[in-house]
């Protein structure tokens, strides 16, 4: 399986980040698989910001579930992430996953990780 993420590189605060990970080599709806999007910013560890599993259900980090919708697109095979409200410390490197456990931050055979998408909060 192959995740690329892509979004828009720079926001300005205030606004909503809309990022979308394409999903190539297997369907997004197959599997007992969770689909999360984990970021990491300056000086910070991996945040895990939320999932879609295979059977469409939404999980909801209580970090982020004030400003988190996240979605998908079953003919094409994306996940999008929404992020309002945005601030300078919402900048950082944000990554689409696939991984069998949720809230699962951890690289290694466990995981399949995107190259990630950079983000930076400025006006």
């Known amino acids: 399986v192959q995740l690329q993420e892509s979004g828009p590189g720079l926001v300005k605060p205030s606004q909503t980040l809309s990022l979308t990970c394409t999903v190539s080599g297997a369907y997004i709806t197959a599997g007992a698989y969770y689909w999360s999007w984990i970021r990491q910013s300056p000086g910070k560890g991996l945040e895990w910001l939320g999932a879609i599993g295979s059977s469409g259900t939404v999980y909801d980090s209580p970090s982020f579930k004030s400003r988190t919708s996240i979605s998908r697109d079953t003919i094409n095979d994306q996940i999008t992430l929404q992020l309002s409200a945005v601030t300078p410390e919402d900048t950082g490197r944000y990554y689409c996953?696939?991984?069998?456990?949720?809230?699962?931050?951890?690289?290694?055979?466990?995981?399949?990780w995107g190259q990630g998408t950079q983000v930076t909060v400025s006006s």
């Open positions: 996953t696939r991984t069998r456990y949720l809230e699962f931050t951890t690289r290694g055979p466990d995981a399949d």
